[in-house]
């Protein structure tokens, strides 16, 4: 068996790195780990632009946590000496050729990837890669139950990607309390202000790209942590669930939005709130169930040692 090890995600200093919760949980489980050997600042550029090619092999993989847009940073240095198990976010259609191109180059054998549909993409293109698809987690302690919807004082909470396409620019809801926590490019809420946003929000939006960027998707409609941490905060999700998140929880658990009249439906649904408690209590209690990156991550330490890795 060929002995894989984790590659902790560069940390840029002051920053968070999404990639980095799936490596902790990797380390809780007991997954043997390697020091990450990026280069100094001076030399990302290079590291990020350029693919150098393999310089000798060694015996040991290493699972490394990767975009399609910085791969070659993401997996630097060890592409150059070992076999690479890629586990890949965000590889939409415009992304295809290149990690194509790149995991032919390095003879890449097995990836993993969290997006079912650009898995099988990948997988018809390179069909003796070996593949599996792990949803995106999330580190479930960060978040809180907050009080019971009807005490909360945040009508709608707006977080993360633009919802233009529901709430047009410029409206204003009357006597709704509505809280978005960025404007523009620019964030307005630290970490902690938000995850207190969220415990004290009745509503908010969630939509998959594929919807509110649909030239970027190209029909890719995949599952992202907002929907986690909408749920592990028990707020009522207005939007379109996507099909890994219904096949992950047996069951629906967004309202789907009525694009008709998505704002008239917004206020119907907060005028009768109390409604909804126990649908986002089963969301909260489901998603604790199976959203931690630790239970993800026990399942991709069982697939690499079912194809043959030591982990």
Known sequence: MTKIKAVQPFLHPGSINFKYSPFKAWKEIGGQRA????????LHGIAFKCSFPRICRCREARLMFAEPVSISFDTFPYYLSHDIVPFLWDCWPCYYNKVEEWLRRYKVKAAIFTSRQEMEEISRRLPELKVFHCPEGIDETLYHEGRPLSERTIDLLEFGRSNEIIIPKGFQFEGINHVSTKVGEK????????YAAM?????????PRSITHPQL????????QRYWEAMLSRIL????APQELIDLMG????????????????ESILSHIS??????????????EIAPWRTRMKHVKTWLEEIGYQV
């Open 217 to 224: 998707a190209e029909g890719v409609e995949t599952l992202t």
């Open 237 to 240: 999700i207005v939007g379109h």
């Open 199 to 207: 415990a004290d929000a009745k509503l908010t939006i969630c939509l």
């Open 275 to 288: 409604d909804f408690q126990s649908f986002v209590d089963r969301n909260r209690l489901k998603a604790l």
């Open 35 to 42: 020091k990450g050997l990026y280069p100094p600042r001076a």
């Open 187 to 194: 964030f307005l809420f630290s970490n902690e202000q938000l």
């Open 251 to 266: 069951y629906n658990p967004c309202i789907e939005v009525d694009f008709s009249s998505p704002t008239k439906q917004i």
